[in-house]
């Protein structure tokens, strides 16, 4: 695994001491994460960058689960909102500006794009301004769950865009009641799909239909692959799209026979196999997932297409996952489309928002890592 940067053990390791007065999340190389109290840091924005002061940040599960892909030793957190401090030449923002976005990931980001501290580097081309209507704990905690919504909505599943929409047909969103899969299922709604098939735990179903879901399926029942082919054929409609906004089991000691019989990615492929077999091929289906099992037929997102990402990968060493502008700015005129429409009818909404202070928020980003929220964005308020 990739050694962290020299940077990294010169600010944080030697900031321990508890007269400081800046509280942040860090990731050690191994171990739990950790509240620390460090001297408060200065950093400089240059070309395409804004200093911020952040007032939130939301906690996402790639906060910790990103240290198998070798970025540890740091500063942790990609989502915030906060106001703008100091701005570079030919920024779109300007001091005083409340902005809210996500940082980029990769071994060699920045310390100062971790977000779990009192003053961030925002890339200006990963932001965009909040508007009256979206409330502040949410903008925090928006954009990297929708950013993962839109690259399976409209990106790789290609559905019409939200202020243009269509018939696309019916989708299946596989973990409708998490973070992803809601925003996912709000936008599929959005841009036409019907009907509208998720999985879900009982308590959760109510509050789906009501953003858009036509059907909801408990993901634990037995037959509930049965169960939605059985929607199907009683909807008489064909499912070709699926997104998995689950992924892999959080238990990493399991064998692949389990992955290939109960990963949410193969039970999605499972409520295709028996729909009119014979006529796959003039409509192949789709599925997209955020974490793959392994069945090399779906495609696994990468929700940051604005950046040359490097990850150190178990098994297969360092790995870069090269920028695709085109698809960057469509997804910023998505997300500034949400921002403006957020909680309007139409529009879309984060389920439910819990706001923590500093002093639980070790055990949210544990909780959140071990997919414990039940659907709650969870952000820290600063």
């Known amino acids: 695994m990739t050694s962290p940067s020299p940077q990294f053990d010169q600010i944080i390791m030697a900031s321990k001491d508890p007269t400081s007065k800046v509280k942040v999340l860090y990731l050690p190389s191994q171990g739990p994460p ?18 911020v002061r952040v007032l939130y940040s939301g906690i996402n599960p790639a906060d910790l689960k990103h ?6 030793s740091t500063i942790v957190g990609y989502d915030y909102c906060g106001q703008v401090l100091q701005s570079s030449p030919g920024s779109p923002f300007k001091p005083g500006d409340m902005i809210a976005g996500c940082t980029p990931s990769g071994v060699s980001r920045l310390l100062g794009y971790g977000t779990h501290q009192a003053r961030i580097l925002a890339v200006n081309d990963m932001a965009f301004k909040v508007p009256p209507n979206l409330p502040l704990p949410a903008a925090g905690g928006l954009t990297v769950c929708l950013r993962a919504a839109i690259v399976a909505i409209h ?28 925003c996912a ?15 879900a735990s009982p308590h959760h179903h109510t509050g789906l239909l009501q953003v858009g879901a036509t059907r909801c399926f408990d993901y634990r029942a037995p037959d509930v692959v049965s169960q939605i082919r059985a929607a199907a054929a009683s909807d008489s409609v064909r499912l070709t799209m699926a997104f998995d906004a689950v992924g892999l089991p959080s238990s990493s000691g399991l064998e692949i026979e389990y992955y290939r019989a109960h990963a949410s990615e193969h039970m999605a492929e499972k409520c295709f196999d028996a729909l009119d077999a014979g006529s796959r091929s003039a409509t192949p289906p789709r599925v997209v997932t955020t974490v793959s099992g392994g069945s090399g037929r779906a495609r696994v997102l990468n929700a940051m297409p604005d950046w040359d990402v490097d990850w150190d990968i178990p098994g297969h060493g360092p790995t870069v996952l090269d920028s695709k502008p085109k698809e960057a700015e469509e997804m910023l005129e998505v997300i500034e489309w949400v921002a403006e429409n957020y909680g309007k009818k139409g529009g879309l909404r984060l389920l439910r928002v819990k706001v923590v202070e500093w002093e639980d928020a070790v055990a949210e980003l544990e909780r959140c890592a071990e997919g414990g929220t039940g659907g709650e964005k969870v952000v820290i308020k600063h």
């Open 34 to 51: 950790e509240l620390r109290t460090i001297s408060d840091q200065s950093y400089t924005p240059t070309h395409g960058q804004s200093l």
């Open 67 to 72: 240290r198998s892909l070798g970025i540890h």
């Open 155 to 182: 990106i790789h599943l290609r559905l019409p865009l939200p202020w243009s929409p269509g018939t696309p047909g019916p989708i299946l969103i596989w973990g409708g009641a998490s973070v992803v899969g809601s």
């Open 185 to 199: 299922l709000q936008l599929a709604k959005a841009s036409g799909c019907h009907p509208i098939y998720t999985t």
